[in-house]
């Protein structure tokens, strides 16, 4: 999927897919040195790098990942051009506050503190 998508797409939604990669593949590093699992990484990564708090598997880690992709989404949601781009942004940002509504249902039903939530939640 990804490599059809980066074949096909013009530059700046290059950049925002590659940036995806690039986060995914950080979390399968970061959930992988848990186990002994041998993991199996997304092609076709960025070269930039994202500066994370800790180098273990971490709610801080997670939540900052997100937030690197929602902030890429967002600005091209922003954008006022007849393309694909601002409704990707659009998505996004919904799949994010799908994903924090689940989180705090989840929260509220297992009885988890309103800091716990707090933390994991990505605004």
């Known amino acids: 999927y990804y490599q059809t998508v980066l074949q096909k797409s013009e530059p700046e939604l290059e950049k925002f897919v ?6 995914r593949n950080i979390l ?12 199996s990484f997304i092609p076709g990564e960025s070269k930039e790098k994202i500066p ?13 990942l997100k937030k690197f992709i929602l902030k890429r989404a967002d600005k091209m949601s922003r954008e006022f051009k007849k393309n694909i781009r601002p409704v990707l942004g659009y998505f996004m940002a919904k799949e994010n506050e799908i994903n924090n509504i689940r989180l705090i249902v989840r929260a509220k039903s297992a009885g988890l503190s309103h800091a716990l939530v707090e933390q994991q939640l990505v605004v």
């Open 28 to 39: 399968i590093k970061l959930r992988v040195q848990k186990s002994n699992i041998k993991p």
């Open 18 to 23: 590659r940036d995806e990669i690039k986060a």
């Open 52 to 64: 994370l708090p800790s180098s273990a598997d971490s709610i801080e880690n997670r939540v900052l």
